[in-house]
């Protein structure tokens, strides 16, 4: 197993797979994630980014940071999104490893704190993130747990 970690800048011609991979992950529309991709690859800007873990060929693992992932809180921008490992590469560190260089990627790009939500409890704690509050997701009935990644 040779796990690569990666911009999706620095393998453009994997956009279209990437986001198909993400949209049958999250169930959130293909276009959705084409539409960031493009942006991310047009470097106008810090944010979006998007992020891969790839074992040869395969993509096994991915995130990205985007403005904001559903939730009403606006003031707490930007966020890591759709973090996913296949279920055959987990516990071998691969979301730890994509969370780092997305965390020291949006440091070098001049961003020191970041969020992210999720039902999760205890997982992220290990990287470094914290609990912050409580968040309603858009159309969602119950609230997420907001972290926050403050980077010196």
């Not at 691969?94 to 939500?117: F, N, P, Q, V």
Request: aromatic share 12%.
């Amino acid at each position: 197993m040779e796990i690569t970690y990666c911009r999706i800048s620095e393998i453009p011609e994997k956009w279209k797979e990437a986001a198909k991979w993400f949209s049958e992950k999250w169930n959130i529309s293909k276009e959705a994630y084409e539409e960031s991709m493009k942006e991310a690859l047009a470097g106008k800007g810090p944010v979006p980014q998007w992020y891969l873990a790839l074992d040869h060929d395969r993509i096994v693992g991915g995130l990205g940071v985007i403005t904001n992932d559903f939730h009403p809180r606006k003031d707490l921008s930007p966020n890591i999104c759709a973090v996913y490992t296949e279920e055959d590469m987990r516990k071998k560190g691969i979301a730890g490893r994509l969370l780092e260089l997305a965390c020291r990627d949006m440091k070098e790009k001049g961003i020191s704190t970041l969020y992210l939500l999720t039902d999760h409890t205890s997982f992220y704690e290990r990287y470094g993130w914290e609990f912050y509050c409580l968040v309603r997701e858009d159309g969602e009935t119950k609230d997420s747990r907001m972290y926050i990644h403050r980077m010196p």
